[in-house]
């Protein structure tokens, strides 16, 4: 994978889904298409037993938020992270993770 350099809450070379087309089919991470309250997109992340890959994770979370306006961008996320066929050590990661994304887009 190329290395992405990450500006101001957007990425200097889009990412396309067939270079990382592996990793999606995992189903690691995905918008349900759904809105919260404030019509921000939910990101839903279904962490089990067998997905341990942080940097899988994170190629998926880069490619997922780059998909959206920069409008719904704005208006922000809530994350759902679905830990309860994994381990707490893998879930308190990836929280750690999505809190270090969202210090980096203010």
């Not at 839903?44 to 942080?54: A, G, K, S, V």
């Not at 066929?85 to 969202?102: A, D, E, G, H, P």
């Amino acid at each position: 994978f190329q290395k992405r350099k990450f500006t101001r809450g957007s990425y200097e070379s889009k990412m396309e889904a067939s270079v990382i087309l592996p990793i999606l089919k995992k189903k690691l991470a995905f918008l349900s298409g759904g809105k919260d309250r404030r019509s921000g997109l939910i990101l839903t992340i279904p962490l089990c037993l067998e997905q341990t890959n942080m940097d899988e994770l994170s190629v998926t979370l880069d490619y997922l938020l780059s998909i959206p306006s920069e409008k719904c961008k704005a208006r922000g996320f809530t994350v759902i992270v679905d830990g309860r066929k994994s381990q707490w050590n893998v879930v308190k990661t990836v929280v750690l993770i999505m809190s270090c994304l969202s210090n980096l887009s203010r």
